[in-house]
């Protein structure tokens, strides 16, 4: 089947299966890696992005979900070659350590900032819950949102 989405603001066309997974058709037709493939079963949120507007595990939402969709990956949070506040955050808090979830994490707490631009520590954890890291690096995230946060509300670099 033809299946056309919007990914990251450019409208694409794809065939694919209706029953293969969004994660392997940003992965595998669409070049888009920084969405990682993680327990592949919805559990571990490596592989978060938004859909219409919603954070979803990209494993578990089917290709014939897709048409007319809008998908934001990590790929799509950043403009005109910036980074961008959440992702400068994760960067100077030093929120990585082997990296493997922090794409689902940055797009969970980007998401969260785009609804709550000052969320509370608890807001901040519900914000994240669905995305594990494996490294327990968690309060490093957590610092990390709370100073994206703070960077937005200052203006730097928009969203």
């Known amino acids: 089947m033809e299946i056309t989405f919007t990914v990251n603001g ?7 299966e209706p029953e293969r997974r969004l994660v392997d058709i940003l992965r595998y ?3 888009l890696t920084g969405t990682k493939i993680g327990c592949g079963e919805g559990e571990c949120g490596a592989c978060t992005v938004i859909m219409d507007g919603l ?18 990956t990590i790929e799509g949070l950043e403009s005109s070659g ?7 955050a994760f960067i100077e808090e030093g929120a990585v350590q082997c990296g493997f979830c922090i794409p689902g994490m940055v797009i969970s707490a980007w998401h969260l900032l785009d609804k709550n631009p000052s969320p509370t520590l608890d807001e901040i954890r519900l914000g994240l819950s669905g995305n594990l890291c ?4 968690y309060k490093k995230i957590i610092e990390a949102v709370k100073k994206a946060s703070q960077k937005r509300k200052g203006g730097e670099l928009g969203k």
Do not use: F, M, Y
Request: hydrophobic share 35%.
């Open 134 to 137: 494996r490294c327990t690096g």
């Open 29 to 31: 037709d669409l070049a």
């Open 82 to 88: 910036k980074i961008g506040p959440v992702k400068e």
């Open 55 to 72: 954070t979803v595990n990209s494993c578990l939402i089917a290709a014939c979900q897709l048409q007319g969709s809008e998908v934001v």
């Open 10 to 16: 450019r409208e694409v066309k794809v065939h694919s």
